[in-house]
């Protein structure tokens, strides 16, 4: 379920989500097990893959941000963001130490975007389709606005790509995680009501060697 970019209209998904959907870019890991940053390899169809992942969230014509501590990738989104559709502004967040992994991530993305629908997803998915976040989104609309609605390969849940409400309850509940010394992204998960949406697994492949 998508638009068709031939008629004009806006998806049949975006007046149902009920909170402003936000897409957000993962980008800020070591890339130990890749041996070199991942967000700066080069990608089949032209760019890095931090270019690619930003030109296919453009794609949704939603506000992207990107949350990364290294310098280069602000620097490269930046520059990208001039060449974009203007209904996809970027904005370019430092994330400030302590670097603790996806959750903490998630939640200083939920304190800066407060009351929005974040569609959280990981540079390092170089196969990521438009179809795939389409089909995420689409579930989204037909479910409950306080369910998160994550993706599954078939085997096992992808819960870096997934569709993350930044209601109050579930920004003070991530926080209160937070508080505790929470820090695996699959714990807190287990403590909330989500939806597992399948897509295809070669969409939504996470690829950490070379």
């Keep these: 379920m998508g638009r068709d970019p031939t008629d004009g209209r806006r998806p049949a998904w975006q007046p149902l989500l009920q909170l402003p959907l ?8 070591e890339s130990r097990r890749m ?3 991942k967000a700066l390899l080069p990608h089949r169809a032209g760019g890095t893959w931090l270019e690619r992942s930003l030109r296919l969230l453009a794609q949704l014509e939603t506000p992207i941000t990107l949350l990364s501590r290294h310098p280069a990738h602000l620097e490269l989104a930046e520059e990208l963001a001039l060449a974009l559709a203007p209904g996809s502004p970027v904005t370019a967040l430092a994330e400030p130490p302590p670097w603790e992994g996806p959750l903490l991530a998630l939640h200083r993305l939920m304190q800066q975007h407060p009351d929005e629908r974040l569609l959280l997803c990981p540079v390092d998915m170089p196969d990521l389709t438009l179809a795939a976040m389409q089909t995420l989104l689409a579930s989204a609309a037909t479910g409950s606005p306080t369910r998160l609605h994550l993706a599954h390969d078939g ?18 509940h991530l926080a209160a995680a937070v508080e ?4 695996r992204l699959q714990g807190w998960l287990a403590t909330l009501p989500c939806q597992a949406v399948p897509l295809d697994p070669r969409a939504i492949r996470n690829v950490n060697r070379p």
């Design 180 to 183: 505790r010394g929470e820090r």
């Design 155 to 172: 085997e096992r849940l992808q819960p870096l790509l997934g569709l993350y409400p930044s209601s109050a309850p579930t920004r003070a």
């Design 35 to 37: 041996g070199r940053d």
């Design 22 to 29: 936000r897409a957000c870019l993962l980008s800020g890991g």
